[in-house]
């Protein structure tokens, strides 16, 4: 992997050395800066875009964080580890970034949503309560479930702040030491002996490891099966009842319905209007990041109009604001957290399919354990790259 074809004995000429470079500063990059730059070492951080930016998947005001996860009781650990470690990024930077308002999982009983955060929940020993449709309704007027429908309300979830978060590690990172180069695209890199060769649009740098957190690009930068899916938010101006979709009356929330589809969303906060989103059980076809986005659209608005008359109807007004932007999808719709196959010390952290920001922390932290010592202490065997070889392969 990697381009091989620049001739890296002229390029390194001068170039400058790094103990490890991130690829990619969002979410996940700018947690993998903070934390190896903590760990004493010299860290370089590449960026194509801004730090922060909203061409990836690290914008859009919130993002959910669950304890108990319905998608597999095996991503509980590491959400237990990054809320530990949210609380802690929030008191070095003086700000609250993790919102604890609780979370509503909504379906009926038998659906998946339902069941895996129940199940979750039960396995881990997370505080939660089970609401029928009448209770959820009586408690948090916004919804209107169906009356089949079932809600687990885990009270210590919430939400985490994308672009704050984003602003505060590289921040941090930077206050360590580390060099962060936003709107500097990498161009090839290749393993030269016992170090990396990094070519950019501005400058060529070495590196001894390398830190892969490209979100939706990761697929072509490192030709694993990780594609990109473009998804729409939108905020919607509530036309009555807004006082029922501030945090203190309105979690944060995921409803499940087989007339309408998978939608999550979150109480007003940051910007204007009552914010969702669209959770495809089976992806939309795959984009090209490179390509020009698609932006927010009359189609996209209906999609979630839909849903928003049935199941939030007093937020049924006026269109406030969309936003578009990509899921990493792998086949399994889990992540890839792993060395890059046949490269030693190149890592890769990515696919997380949607559900990855409230990974983050303990993203980085596991990035800058697996440069210092090649292990972690978190268990990582469900997302080795190794599960999908027979893909690889072709």
């Known amino acids: 992997?990697?381009?091989?074809?620049?001739?890296?004995?002229?390029?390194?000429?001068?170039?400058?050395?790094?103990?490890?470079?991130?690829?990619?500063?969002?979410?996940?990059?700018?947690?993998?800066?903070?934390?190896?730059?903590?760990?004493?070492?010299?860290?370089?951080?590449?960026?194509?875009?801004?730090?922060?930016?909203?061409?990836?998947?690290?914008?859009?005001?919130?993002?959910?964080?669950?304890?108990?996860l319905h998608e597999s009781t095996k991503y509980v650990p590491l959400v237990l580890r990054a809320v530990e470690l949210w609380d802690e990024l929030g008191s070095l930077v003086g700000e609250s970034l993790f919102h604890?308002?609780?979370?509503?999982?909504?379906?009926v009983p038998k659906g998946a949503i339902f069941s895996g955060s129940l199940k979750a929940c039960e396995a881990y020993d997370i505080e939660h309560?089970?609401?029928?449709?009448?209770?959820?309704?009586?408690?948090?007027?916004?919804?209107?479930?169906?009356?089949?429908?079932?809600?687990?309300?885990?009270?210590?979830?919430?939400?985490v702040l994308p672009e704050a978060s984003v602003t505060a590690h590289a921040n941090l990172a930077m206050a360590h030491g580390a060099e962060i180069h936003g709107m500097e695209q990498l161009l090839s890199w290749e393993?030269?002996?016992?170090?990396?060769?990094?070519?950019?649009?501005?400058?060529?740098?070495?590196?001894?490891q390398v830190v892969f957190t490209t979100g939706a690009w990761i697929g072509k930068l490192l030709e694993l099966p990780v594609e990109a899916e473009r998804t729409v938010l939108g905020w919607f101006a509530p036309v009555s009842g807004a006082s029922d979709f501030v945090e203190e009356k309105l979690p944060t929330w995921i409803l499940d319905s087989e007339e309408c589809g998978h939608f999550y969303g979150f109480p007003i906060h940051g910007i204007p209007g009552f914010k969702l989103g669209?959770?495809?059980?089976?992806?939309?076809?795959?984009?090209?990041?490179?390509?020009?986005?698609?932006?927010?659209?009359?189609?996209?608005?209906a999609d979630m109009r839909q849903f928003v008359s049935r199941y939030f109807p007093e937020a049924n007004g006026p269109i406030l604001s969309m936003a578009a932007c990509f899921f990493e999808n792998t086949p399994d719709r889990s992540p890839i957290i792993d060395s890059v196959?046949?490269?030693?010390?190149?890592?890769?952290?990515?696919?997380?399919?949607?559900?990855?920001?409230?990974?983050?922390?303990?993203?980085?932290?596991?990035?800058?354990?697996?440069?210092?010592?090649?292990?972690?202490?978190?268990?990582?065997?469900?997302?080795?790259?190794?599960?999908?070889?027979?893909?690889?392969?072709?």
């Open 278 to 301: 669209r959770l495809r059980e089976n992806p939309s076809a795959s984009v090209d990041p490179d390509q020009p986005r698609v932006e927010p659209n009359s189609e996209d608005e």
């Open 1 to 68: 992997m990697g381009n091989r074809s620049i001739p890296h004995r002229i390029l390194t000429v001068n170039a400058k050395h790094f103990d490890v470079a991130v690829i990619g500063v969002g979410g996940m990059g700018s947690a993998a800066c903070f934390h190896l730059a903590r760990a004493g070492l010299k860290v370089l951080g590449l960026e194509r875009f801004g730090v922060p930016n909203t061409r990836g998947s690290s914008h859009g005001a919130t993002r959910i964080l669950r304890l108990g």
């Open 129 to 159: 309560e089970i609401l029928s449709a009448t209770e959820l309704r009586k408690r948090h007027p916004a919804v209107h479930p169906d009356d089949a429908m079932m809600g687990v309300f885990q009270p210590g979830s919430g939400f």
């Open 191 to 208: 393993k030269t002996g016992d170090h990396f060769v990094l070519t950019t649009d501005r400058s060529v740098y070495e590196a001894g």
């Open 341 to 394: 196959p046949g490269v030693e010390g190149a890592w890769v952290l990515g696919g997380f399919s949607g559900h990855g920001f409230k990974y983050a922390t303990v993203t980085g932290e596991i990035a800058k354990d697996l440069v210092t010592t090649g292990t972690s202490s978190q268990n990582l065997e469900p997302f080795k790259a190794s599960r999908f070889s027979a893909t690889l392969q072709k």
């Open 100 to 107: 604890r308002i609780g979370s509503l999982d909504i379906s």
